[in-house]
């Protein structure tokens, strides 16, 4: 049984900076490809970030790119996300997942079999 464990989030200030942390535990962490998705009140949960098994690929929409960048420590069994100048419209909760799909970008939700709980990042103006 695979479980996500994110952490990091918290309450900042356009501009700054947080890293997120997700922890995998119950299964072999390489073996899944890995998404960041985030959810604002009142809007549907979107992709953020995706980073495959080997970290060689990486994804982001144009609303994060050249902000945020994913990375993973398949040793330790973590996933990151390094948020940089952040704006108060990345006000969200913050959520890993992962998939044993092995294709080269897994953007869709529904590509997902496993979440974790979620991360509160809250960005003031």
């Known amino acids: 049984q695979v479980q996500l464990v994110e952490s990091g989030g918290g309450l900042v200030q356009a501009g700054e900076s947080l890293r997120l942390s997700c922890a995998l535990s119950?299964?072999?962490?390489?073996?899944?490809?890995m998404g960041w998705f985030r959810q604002a009140p009142g809007k549907e949960r979107g992709l953020v970030s995706f980073?495959?098994?080997?970290?060689?690929?990486?994804y982001y929409p144009d609303s994060v790119k050249g902000r945020f960048t994913v990375s993973r420590d398949n040793a330790k069994n973590v996933l990151y996300l390094q948020m940089n100048s952040l704006r108060p419209e990345d006000t969200a909760v913050y959520y890993c997942?992962?998939?044993?799909?092995?294709?080269?970008?897994?953007?869709?939700?529904?590509?997902?079999?496993?979440w974790g709980k979620g991360t509160l990042v809250t960005v003031s103006s």
């Open positions: 997942a992962a998939t044993p799909l092995t294709g080269s970008l897994l953007l869709r939700a529904n590509d997902y079999a496993y």
């Open positions: 119950g299964r072999t962490f390489s073996n899944y490809g």
């Open positions: 980073i495959n098994w080997s970290a060689r690929t990486a």
